[in-house]
């Protein structure tokens, strides 16, 4: 049996939780424990304290009662590294071994600017998992700067390529009269909106051609004033239905995303399987994803010269366009499928405890950030 915790209701954690209970394992059985009450919470310190003892108490008393052999975490930055980090001390002592899945891609910013004696805590915290389970290979050597090689294992992040089928749209889009970038992601100043919104504005001068979809929720960053402020060829979408975002992906020419720090962004892998260009910055897992030049192009971040330069570039380059767009199908495909998505999780579980590939697995939690 395992006993897992429901992630928010998006993004890469999501569609990997989801996974994990699809698959048919015959080493491995999936229970998932539902902690969102703090994985969402904006609540005072206090009340968010409490909200977390609460839930640490029902998911022990859940391993007490099932017996799981390990427990997965999903931990992001702030409080929700400190509590998942912490919690790993009484998991461990009711037998359970305990691994956290790192999603968060703001760690390395956070850790530059800690003191020294923040720092030290941190190195502590963690150390309390039996294991970190890292989104790719860049993050799993980060990590290794806080525990042994071996503590850290890569754990594959996938999509659904059934879902993200590939479909060659270049030449339509590329001769529809308008040329469409979209965005998808928070509209937040750290996922570089603010930075695309001043490069769209330098690109469009020099192309009239180009228009920007933004999609996804504002969470008071100052974006909607920003948007409504900016430029006639922009359009703020707001947070979409899946139908509609895969009718403007269909439409577009290529995605940006300008982020300042990402994890492993889903949303890349999803529109790479689909055949749409890609265009981000080299942070994060995002490097482990494309290639500049070969998959997708890579642009430095809180650039937005840059940033014009290489959409107004791009977007005059047809040829360019259907090779990235090829190129990044085949890579999705080979290297971030459901199958291999699953298939990691149970030599990652596996390897935590100890055994050959041949072995059972009888239980495993998997818990939400």
């Not at 915790?5 to 998006?10: A, K, N, Q, V």
């Not at 149970?346 to 939690?365: M, P």
Request: aromatic share 8%; net charge positive.
């Amino acid at each position: 049996m395992i006993v897992g915790t429901m992630p928010p209701p998006y993004g890469g954690v999501n569609t990997l939780v989801k996974f994990y209970m699809e698959a048919e394992y015959e080493s491995l059985r999936v229970e998932l424990f539902d902690c969102k009450e703090i994985s969402m919470s904006r609540a005072h310190f206090f009340r968010r304290m409490l909200a977390s003892g609460v839930t640490l108490a029902r998911l022990l008393r859940r391993i007490w009662l099932s017996r799981p052999d390990v427990v997965l975490s999903f931990p992001s930055a702030g409080m929700s590294f400190v509590e998942k980090m912490v919690w790993g001390v009484p998991i461990r002592f009711l037998g359970a071994k305990y691994a956290a899945l790192m999603v968060d891609g703001h760690f390395p910013r956070r850790y530059a600017k800690m003191s020294g004696v923040a720092r030290s805590c941190f190195r502590l915290l963690a150390r309390m998992p039996d294991y970190l389970f890292a989104q790719s290979a860049v993050w799993k050597r980060y990590y290794e700067a806080f525990r042994a090689p071996a503590d850290v294992i890569e754990l594959r992040m996938g999509i659904d390529t059934e879902r993200f089928r590939y479909e060659d749209r270049v030449e339509a889009n590329f001769s529809s009269g308008t040329k469409d970038i979209l965005y998808v992601g928070w509209m937040l100043r750290e996922k570089g909106v603010h930075d695309l919104l001043d490069a769209f504005a330098l690109a469009s001068a020099r192309e009239p051609a180009l228009r920007l979809h933004l999609v996804g929720p504002d969470i008071g960053d100052g974006f909607e004033r920003a948007c409504a402020d900016g430029h006639p060829s922009v359009t703020f979408w707001g947070k979409v239905p899946d139908e509609k975002l895969l009718e403007l992906a269909r439409r577009a020419l290529f995605v940006v995303l300008p982020s300042h720090a990402e994890g492993m962004p889903n949303i890349l892998l999803e529109m790479m399987a689909m055949g749409v260009p890609v265009m981000a910055t080299p942070v994060g897992g995002i490097v482990d994803i494309i290639t500049d030049g070969v998959d997708g192009v890579l642009v430095p971040a809180q650039e937005p010269r840059a940033w014009a330069d290489a959409m107004v570039a791009l977007s005059r380059d047809k040829d360019k366009l259907k090779r990235l767009a090829a190129r990044a199908a085949d890579r999705i495909r080979e290297r971030h499928g459901k199958d291999l998505v699953t298939d990691s999780l149970e030599r990652a579980v596996l390897a935590v405890l100890g055994r050959g590939a041949g072995s059972g697995a009888q239980a495993v939690s998997s818990r939400g950030r």
